[in-house]
Structures are given as structure tokens and as C-alpha cells.
């Protein structure tokens, strides 16, 4: 199973962008769904994360308040609405699934989407 994510881009700052991604086969067991990012000499860091079956978000301090997460479970699909970009939010974004029984849960990964934002 792979992991499609869309709709990096280059911005100003100020404005905003939505991110989608979505598997390329069906899954089953999805336990949640994540967006992670690296800025180049960074570490990956967890963005948001919301689990599948509830409404559970859990969000980094920096995007608080100014990224949104949400789903589609018909679609396997989960978004990352992005308002009033920064410089600083430019980077790599990953989306991320895990899957499987809670007590064993996989990983699988998008490729990435570069999100760019100008000051």
C-alpha cells in the first residue's frame, strides 16, 4: 500500500493551502492518520495526528490554532487545512497511516510534498 499525498505548493505568507493523501489500495484497520514534516537540517516532526474511528486531534504547538485536520473514512482520506503560513512552515510534508491491531500497529508513509512559503 502506498500513501498519495497532494497539494504542496509555493505560497505567501499569509495565506493558506490544503493538503490531501490518500492510499492507493484499499486499507483495512486503519488506526489513525497523521501529517508529519522536515525542513532541510530538521528532524521529522509530528504536525497533527487524528485517530480514524473518533474525532481525536492532536496538534503541534506551532500549528495550533492555524492548521486543521480531518478525514473522509469513506475515503481512506485525510487533509491538512494550513491557514496563515509562515516561512518557518515551509518544508517537506509527510502523511502518515497507522495500521493494524492496536497493540501492533504499522507504519506506512507518503513520499512527500514540499509546501513553500514566502515571505
Known amino acids: 500500500v502506498q500513501l498519495q499525498a497532494s497539494g504542496g505548493g509555493l505560497v505567501q505568507a499569509g495565506e493558506s493551502l490544503t493538503l490531501s493523501c490518500a492510499p492507493s489500495?484499499?486499507?483495512?484497520?486503519?488506526?489513525?492518520m497523521a501529517w508529519h514534516r522536515q525542513a532541510p537540517g530538521n528532524q521529522r516532526e509530528l504536525v497533527a495526528r487524528?485517530?480514524?474511528?473518533?474525532?481525536?486531534?492532536d496538534y503541534a504547538d506551532s500549528v495550533r490554532g492555524r492548521f486543521t485536520i480531518s478525514k473522509d473514512n469513506g475515503k481512506n482520506t485525510v487533509y491538512l487545512r494550513m491557514s496563515s503560513l509562515r516561512p518557518g512552515d515551509s518544508a517537506v510534508y509527510y502523511c502518515?497511516?497507522?495500521?493494524?491491531?492496536?497493540?501492533?500497529?504499522?507504519?506506512?508513509w507518503g513520499k512527500g510534498t514540499q509546501v513553500t512559503v514566502s515571505s
Open positions: 489500495t484499499t486499507m483495512f484497520n486503519i488506526h489513525d
Open positions: 502518515n497511516f497507522r495500521a493494524g491491531p492496536v497493540w501492533y500497529l504499522k507504519d506506512y
Open positions: 487524528i485517530s480514524r474511528d473518533e474525532d481525536n486531534t
